[in-house]
């Protein structure tokens, strides 16, 4: 049998309140449990410390409570149980996560950017991106709010675009740019790519009113570039599969709705040839074959 390249845990939407049971879409919402559930994908991570090199976190490890003090307790408990981790960590910031400030998140977690580029070994590099980089959360004295309000003007929120609403997010023109960079160097140094937000882009992968707000945009870039083999997100609870032109979107299930008694988390391997992806409780298994770049 064929030995992994690397390999790396993976969670999303952990989304912790110490409040009652939500329900969302007929769905519910498990608030309290989630951290109990985080504890045991923990254990498993930490039980394959030999053969993963980090894990990564796809965004909403909080929900947001009724008051700033409620919210940051609630971080609290997500930040005790991720202490546990004895492998390095990355993490994706989501809509839910910016109940509380970008700054105290960013350093609580030891985010190094807003967006950023991290090479994997074996010609691979995973590649974060801020999908709340236009949003309602930026404060009215900054560039990204007046960002985010010249393209609200051209994309209102409402039924109209289903993607614009709230609780989803966009790209601005910088992290465009950045973007654009990452992709013909990786293609010039034929770097294969994995790609992360919080944000879906591709229908299949979730409905489209979860969608990234500029998501044609930004799918267009992923799927025309020879680097980009797999992109992973969160956002979409009940999780979902793309595939377009070789390139795999797989959204993964989130820990919040995971049934009492149950869990949600992952392994993901990268092969020469293929990506597995081996689901506990509620997250699907899948394998994914990487097409040779043209």
Known sequence: MATA???FGVVADVQHADKDDGNFEGRCQRYREAPGKLALAISDFNARQEEISFVLTLGDIIDGNESLELTSKDFDVVLNE?????VPVDHVLGNHCLSLPREVLMQQLKIPARYYERRLGHKWA???????????TWSSDTPNYKETQEFLKLFPLGDENPQMSLWNGGIGEEQKNWLRKVLTDAERHN????VAQHHPLIQGSAPSTHFLWNHNEISTMLVESSAVVLFLCGHYHPGGYACVSGKHFVTVEAILEAPTGSHAHGFVSVYEDKIT?????TVTSRELQI????
């Open 291 to 294: 097409s040779a770049a043209k």
């Open 5 to 7: 390249l690397f390999s």
């Open 191 to 194: 770097v294969k790519l994995i």
């Open 82 to 86: 991720l202490s546990k981790l004895q």
């Open 126 to 136: 995973l590649v974060v991106l801020d999908s709340m980089d236009l949003s309602s």
């Open 277 to 281: 992806i081996h689901g506990h409780g």
